[in-house]
């Protein structure tokens, strides 16, 4: 069955420091991976996705993923994290059919 | 990018009484739209699924007849719940999509309180 696994249900990092936040699939097809940003009562926003192509894939707000298929993997990086990026952020993936199968999602706190 | 809204983004209603979530697409035609429900600090619970002009498609537990909706255009769906209760109270949340499939845009979501 396929699934999406996101480590860490709480993440803290300081401001300006390293953000990497972990996705991991399980799929007997290959998947379509994505990663949502939701902020307090409010909807998802699309960080970033793949599909085919090129495995490292940049998004908003500075905001990077690599697929690594070897490794069934599609963490979340960004370089220096702000205070606005304090959010819920959601790992989900295609695999085949019509849904979307979302992780559990990661609370990213900022330290300042 | 594809915008969706949702309204109301708040509603309190009270037990027993129906309340209608309306999803719009706001700049494409969605040819699928779905229904998520959010539980405080969890994560999205897939309700249904609708096509224009078709019945939804429900996830297994979702009762069809509390939970109704409706797709009768491109750009618009519907979600009736009925004879509320307290447990029903949540985060609901829709999602549109288009000529990708696999690309769903969200709205804001709709914050129901049932007393």
């Known amino acids: 069955a396929q699934s999406v696994t996101q480590l860490g249900s709480h993440v803290s990092v300081s401001e300006g420091a390293l953000v990497l936040l972990r996705c991991n699939y399980s799929s007997s097809v290959p998947p379509y991976l994505f990663w949502y940003v939701q902020y307090p009562n409010q909807g998802l926003q699309l960080l970033l996705k793949y599909t085919t192509g090129a495995t490292l894939v940049k998004g908003i707000n500075g905001f990077e993923a690599e697929f690594k298929k070897s490794e069934t993997s599609f963490h979340l990086t960004k370089p220096s994290a702000h205070m606005s990026d304090a959010a819920e952020y959601f790992c989900a993936g295609y695999f085949g059919n019509e849904k979307l199968t979302f992780g559990t999602g990661t609370r990213l706190t900022i330290i300042p | 990018g594809a915008v969706v809204s949702q309204h109301p983004s708040r509603v309190i209603c009270k037990s027993g009484t129906s309340v209608k979530i309306e999803c719009r697409s706001l700049d494409f035609q969605a040819t699928t739209m779905f229904w998520y429900r959010q539980f405080p600090k969890q994560s999205l619970m897939l309700m249904a699924t609708s096509n224009e002009g078709s019945k939804a498609t429900y996830e297994q537990g979702v009762e069809k007849d509390k939970f109704l909706i409706n797709h009768a255009s491109l750009t618009l769906s519907t979600l009736t719940v009925t004879s509320a209760h307290p447990e029903d109270s949540s985060f609901y949340i829709c999602?549109?999509?288009?000529?990708?499939?696999?690309?769903?845009?969200f709205g804001p979501g709709t914050r129901l309180t049932v007393t």
């Open positions: 999602s549109a999509s288009g000529q990708n499939f696999y690309e769903q845009y």
